[in-house]
């Protein structure tokens, strides 16, 4: 599996061979830079730390600072860990460029992202509920999410809500992975993905960007 950071820079269409629209989603996608090179002797797993977005020195905490220094890299906003099958020191070495010609061949990626915050919200609009009748002597209850009932209490386990009540709460702000986009282009120059369809979050949020786990790519 490939993967890489990026920032969702926007949507937009572009038209097909046949002149129909297709919608999609512009990624900003690296160059990411190989922060830390983990193995099975020294962390237990083989892994690889990369890193996208640089933040100056000053806003970084001197440990961090040091952390990136000896991949020769300023410090970045957006760090994570790919997982690897197989030996980690072998594909990989320390504040190597990865760019988007790695997904050249790739037919479908998924993209993870957090989904856009819309603050607080009742249950119709958090979860869809249907609410209460327009009449029959519904009465300010409307759009009430209705009897709690015997979800009010745990029992054995204390007077408190179960887990995973359907209530009103804060709404989005959560990760939200995108399965199976189409690679459509990719822009080398400019580091720039070109995916079908929406993506989670806001324009400027920050992504990750990988294989897509499926068949599709073997077609």
């Known amino acids: 599996m490939t993967m890489l ?3 969702k820079v926007g949507m937009t269409r572009i ?4 002149g129909s629209i297709k919608p999609v989603t512009v990624i900003e996608a690296g160059p990411c830079i190989v922060t830390q090179v983990k193995n099975e002797q020294t962390d237990g797993y083989d892994a690889v730390q990369i890193g996208f977005d640089d933040v100056k020195p000053s806003r970084a905490k001197k440990p961090m ?3 990136y220094k000896k991949a020769g890299a300023a410090p970045k906003k957006f760090v994570r860990e790919m997982r690897l099958n197989g030996n980690s020191e072998s594909e990989f070495e320390l504040g190597q460029k990865i760019n988007v010609d790695v997904f050249d061949g790739t037919k479908y990626v998924d ?3 957090t989904s856009k915050g819309k603050g607080f919200a ?4 958090r979860h869809g509920f ?15 999410s209705g009897s709690i009932a015997s979800f009010a209490s745990d029992a054995g386990e204390g007077g408190n809500i179960k887990k995973g009540k359907k209530m009103s709460g804060h709404t989005g702000n959560v990760k939200v992975t ?8 990719i822009d080398s120059d400019k580091n720039l993905l070109v995916v079908k369809g929406a993506i989670p979050g806001p324009s400027g949020g920050y992504v990750i960007v990988k294989t897509a786990k499926t068949a599709k790519n073997k077609q």
């Not at 009742?122 to 609009?125: A, L, P, Q, S, V």
């Not at 609410?131 to 009430?144: L, V």
């Not at 995108?178 to 282009?185: A, D, I, Q, R």
């Open 111 to 113: 993209v993870v992202g």
């Open 15 to 18: 038209y097909d061979e046949d």
């Open 130 to 144: 249907g609410g209460f009748p327009a009449t029959h002597g519904t009465e300010r209850k409307h759009r009430a």
């Open 122 to 125: 009742g249950g119709m609009k």
């Open 65 to 67: 600072v040091g952390h």
């Open 178 to 185: 995108t399965k199976n986009h189409e690679l459509v282009s």
């Open 5 to 7: 950071l990026g920032k």
